[in-house]
């Protein structure tokens, strides 16, 4: 008996010890980046407009007071300009076809810049005639979004990274990874330049990240969770109202603008 109780004794202590975890059972903690994580900005909802559902939102821009609209999918793509309280479009130009899905626009130096998405190419416009584009450029990423500095255009391709542009040839000057304190910021889409910060939407979230162009980190965020089923619940179609994308900023009035894709209304705000 007692030689089986030692037997019992020196098995149990062998399970014990294969019970311990070896260094590579051990959970590993994702490192931090070291950067600060994003402050909260708070926005107040001072308007709501109409906003045509037929627009899949791509880019938004404010000039003169009106709104200027680069809308998505295949052959209806297209350029607008809008009234911002009616939601009345003036004036619309598509440029979509079979192959060409039309993406972010910015206003930079009186010509419109408009992304697509996947055929590599790059519209230009004149602000005051967007029926033809003066030129085209190459691109050899995908088009999401599009905002500028002083100097350079700044573009997206759904990925984390910003790519500072030369207007005049299209060239890259310099690339810049988004980060936040976890790490890289995927999908960055429309972007907006805002009191010399770099205002986006991350694609298929409620939420916008605020980044510092010199060096790429999220310094803020603003979340928007419910917008849909707050203000619009019963305008919602199922299969078509689709994501928060696009961002507007008045730098005369200090108000932002914010829709979505396909979204029956556009929000007016302020910071608080």
Not at 24 to 49: C, D, H, R, W
Not at 123 to 150: E, L
Not at 251 to 262: A, D, N
Request: hydrophobic share 35%; with cysteine.
């Amino acid at each position: 008996m007692t030689k089986y109780l030692f037997l019992a004794v020196i098995i149990f202590l062998f399970a014990c010890n294969n019970n311990q975890s070896t260094p590579e059972e051990t959970t590993t903690t994702i490192p931090l980046t070291g950067i600060a994580a994003p402050q909260n900005i708070n926005l107040n909802i001072i308007g709501i407009y109409p906003h045509d559902t037929s627009a899949y939102t791509q880019g938004l821009e404010i000039y003169n007071g009106k709104l200027y609209e680069g809308t998505g999918d295949f052959e209806t793509s297209s350029l607008r300009i809008t009234d911002i309280k009616t939601g009345k479009v003036e004036h619309k130009h598509v440029m979509g076809t079979k192959k060409i899905f039309g993406e972010g626009i910015t206003i930079f130096k009186n010509k419109i810049y408009q992304l697509t998405w996947q055929s590599n190419i790059v519209n230009v416009y004149d602000v005051n005639n967007i029926d033809n584009p003066i030129k085209t450029f190459s691109w050899p990423y995908d088009g999401w979004g599009i905002t500028h500095t002083a100097t350079d255009l700044i573009i997206s391709d759904g990925s984390a990274n910003l790519y500072f542009v030369n207007p005049d040839d299209f060239k890259i000057r310099t690339t810049l990874q988004v980060t936040d304190n976890l790490g890289p910021v995927n999908s960055i889409n429309e972007l907006e330049m805002i009191n010399g910060f770099v205002f986006a939407n991350v694609y298929q979230s409620d939420f916008i990240v605020k980044i510092d162009p010199a060096n790429g980190h999220v310094v803020g965020k603003i979340d928007l969770p419910g917008l849909q089923q707050q203000y619009f619940l019963n305008q919602i179609v199922k299969g078509r109202t689709d994501v928060l994308n696009g961002i507007a900023y008045d730098s005369i009035s200090k108000k932002i603008y914010i829709t979505g894709k396909r979204w029956p209304k556009i929000f007016e705000a302020t910071f608080n």
